[in-house]
């Protein structure tokens, strides 16, 4: 066992070894390093060939057509092209935005922005389970409504939505339909076509690929529309200009070809580790899952504790790679916004811890963590019993 013991998934994943491997081939000069734009040798059409074959790759692991796939930096400029892209194009047609209280801050902030150029935005209420239901989002369309942005699985409880129906009920009144599916792809199955999604964000480092790249799925029958936020050379079909970063790309591409092959195994086995560390964590004392038991993506499990602060907790538990549910800033440690939305009480959103887990983490791994969580809890509840 390597330490920390890396539980921290959600927040990065490690590049797959045969993703780096292919990245190298695109970066030298005994490589493949050429301009993707430079229409008149051999170096750029290599280089944009590199690039058209990963836009297959991305776009075979969501069930959609290349031309639908725009290279973006990550998730979160994904999600600013898509929100911003089509505020700007509908703007004329409405200016309503359903979104919901825990999504990314990237979708929160980019529709903060929206709210000072005049648009209204809905943000819903999660269930005390942490569930954005199709239910809410449907009271929630109104005949000025242009967009509905949720994500598919939650990044801090690991919580699904239902896509499928809210997509559905979308469609039919010609509502666009953005997905934020950092947190999905890899490990869920997202196909565009039968869940009705109109724009979906990915990034390449939440699966296993590297840092600074991403995707936007952007539908072309029935058309969607968004306005540039980068302007340039007008590259992505005029949607986001700029250099197409080739070893990226590539490197994007060759892990979504992996996360579709290996999606379903990877899926079992992150299943049985959550199980694992859920049953082990419950016969401690004062400990409470949060968001659903039943509707989660397996890989991502909040908890919190009673009596002990979080931040004391995860000081503690310096051998665990593991992050808060809490934004912390320079003075103050602030309760999540994702577990207050869910009417979570002050102290216990307090407490919260993430542990995230991926293709390397072994039982092993999950035993140790319990074990250090155990003792450690015990450690400060008798401290400050004394105190
Ligand atoms: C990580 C993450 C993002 C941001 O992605 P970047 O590629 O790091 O910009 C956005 N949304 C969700 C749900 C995420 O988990």
Not at 138 to 155: G, K, P, Q, Y
Not at 171 to 187: E, F, G, P, T, Y
């Amino acid at each position: 066992m390597q330490y920390p013991v890396y539980l921290d998934y959600a927040a990065t994943t490690p590049c797959d070894q045969r993703v780096a491997e292919k990245m190298m081939a695109y970066l030298t000069e005994d490589g493949d390093f050429g301009n993707a734009a430079s229409r008149s040798h051999l170096f750029g059409w290599k280089a944009e060939e590199a690039v058209e074959n990963a836009r297959a790759q991305v776009a075979d692991l969501i069930g959609a057509d290349t031309r639908e796939i725009v290279w973006t930096s990550g998730a979160t400029e994904s999600d600013n092209l898509a929100i911003k892209g089509i505020a700007f194009t509908r703007k004329d047609r409405g200016r309503h935005i359903v979104t919901s209280k825990i999504e990314h801050k990237a979708v929160l902030d980019a529709c903060a922005w929206l709210e000072s150029q005049g648009f209204e935005i809905s943000y819903l209420q999660p269930t005390a389970e942490g569930l954005i239901t199709p239910d809410s989002v449907e009271a929630a369309l109104r005949s000025d409504t242009i967009l509905v942005s949720l994500m598919h699985v939650n990044n801090e409880l690991g919580t699904l939505t239902d896509i499928a129906a809210i997509g559905q009920e979308c469609r039919k009144r010609d509502i666009a339909l953005h997905v934020d599916a950092a947190q999905s792809a890899a490990r869920e199955f997202v196909d565009v076509e039968q869940m009705q999604i109109d724009l979906l964000s990915l990034s390449a480092h939440k699966m296993y690929g590297p840092k600074g790249i991403g995707a936007l799925y952007v539908r072309r029958s029935p058309e969607i529309k968004v306005a540039a936020q980068i302007h340039g050379g007008g590259h992505e079909r005029g949607m986001r200009s700029g250099t197409l970063p080739t070893h990226q790309i590539v490197g994007l591409g060759e892990a979504a070809e992996i996360a579709k092959k290996q999606r379903k195994k990877d899926r079992i086995a992150l299943a049985e580790l959550n199980e694992r560390f859920l049953q082990n964590v419950s016969k401690i004392d004062g400990v409470s899952l949060n968001g659903s038991r039943q509707q989660r993506a397996p890989g991502i499990v909040n908890l919190s504790f009673d009596a002990v602060d979080g931040e004391s907790l995860l000081m503690a538990l310096r051998e665990l790679a593991i992050s808060t549910g809490s934004a912390c800033t320079s003075a103050t440690v602030e309760p999540s916004y994702v577990l207050t939305a869910m009417g979570q009480p002050q102290e216990l959103a307090q407490s919260a811890l993430r542990f995230s887990f991926g293709r390397k983490t072994s039982c092993d791994e999950i035993d140790y963590a319990v074990e250090k969580l155990s003792e450690t809890l015990q450690n400060i509840r008798a401290t400050k019993a004394w105190g």
